[in-house]
T-cell receptor
C-alpha cells in the first residue's frame, strides 16, 4: 500500500545537538511538507517542496533545514539554533496542480533532554 | 490575512447526542476546504473535501457542509469511537506557491462518553 513513512516515532535531542527526521513517500506525489504541532497551536508550516531540488520556507523555518534530493524523500533537520524544538512533527505530501488535500505520515515526537 | 477559526475548542457529548463543529474562514480565493480527524499521537486522517458553497459530503455519522464563510461538521448519534480532534483546513489561492498551501485551524477536541 502507498503511504508516507516517518521515522523515528520518538526522538530525544540533547542541548546543542542537530537531529534529522526522516520522511519517505511512495505515493508518487510531487509536493511534500513539514508541519510542527504544539498543544493549542494547530499545525504550523515549516518548509515545503513542490519539486526535486527546490524548497521554500514556511511560517516558522528558523532553526530548521531541509533537502529534497529525491522525489520520495524530504528529511527535516532540527538544528541547535531551534531553541524550543520539543513538539510533534508531521510530514505530508500532495499532488501538485490538483486541488487535493494532503496525506500525512504518523508523526515524530521530538523531546529535548 | 488568511485565517481559519474552529469552535468550540473542546466538546463533550454523551453517546447518541448529536452536535456540530464549526470552521469559519477568511481567505482570499477559496480553493477548497478540508476536514481531517486526528487521534492522539497520530497523523491527521482525511475525511472530506468541499469546494463550493452549498456542497455537502457524508460518511457514516459525519456530514460536512460549506457556506461562503464557514463549514460545519455535523455528528449524528456519535459513538465513543468518534472521540478525536477534528481539524479544518482551507486552500487559499495566494498562500504559498502556485497551488496554495493548506491553512489549518487549531482543531476541536471531541469526547464522546458512553
Amino acid at each position: 500500500d502507498g503511504g508516507i513513512t516517518q521515522s523515528p516515532k520518538y526522538l530525544f535531542r540533547k542541548e546543542g545537538q542537530n537531529v534529522t527526521l526522516s520522511c519517505e513517500q511512495n505515493l508518487n506525489h510531487d509536493a511534500m511538507y513539514w508541519y510542527r504541532q504544539d498543544p493549542g497551536q494547530g499545525l504550523r508550516l515549516i518548509y515545503y517542496s513542490q519539486i526535486v531540488n527546490d524548497f521554500q520556507k514556511g511560517d516558522i523555518a528558523e532553526g530548521y533545514s531541509v533537502s529534497r534530493e529525491k522525489k520520495e524523500s524530504f528529511p527535516l533537520t532540527v538544528t541547535s539554533a531551534q531553541k524550543n524544538p520539543t513538539a510533534f512533527y508531521l510530514c505530508a505530501s500532495s499532488i501538485v496542480g490538483r486541488l487535493y488535500g494532503y496525506t500525512f505520515g504518523s508523526g515524530t515526537r521530538l523531546t529535548v533532554v | 490575512e488568511d485565517q481559519v477559526t474552529q469552535s468550540p475548542e473542546a466538546l463533550r457529548l454523551q453517546e447518541g447526542e448529536s452536535s456540530s463543529l464549526n470552521c469559519s474562514y477568511t481567505v482570499s480565493g477559496l480553493r477548497g476546504l478540508f476536514w481531517y480527524r486526528q487521534d492522539p499521537g497520530k497523523g491527521p486522517e482525511f475525511l472530506f473535501t468541499l469546494y463550493s458553497a452549498g456542497e455537502e459530503k457524508e460518511k457514516e455519522r459525519l456530514k460536512a457542509t460549506l457556506t461562503k464563510k464557514e463549514s460545519f461538521l455535523h455528528i449524528t448519534a456519535p459513538k465513543p469511537e468518534d472521540s478525536a480532534t477534528y481539524l479544518c483546513a482551507v486552500r487559499a489561492m495566494n498562500y504559498g506557491g502556485s497551488q496554495g498551501n493548506l491553512i489549518f485551524g487549531k482543531g476541536t477536541k471531541l469526547s464522546v462518553k458512553p
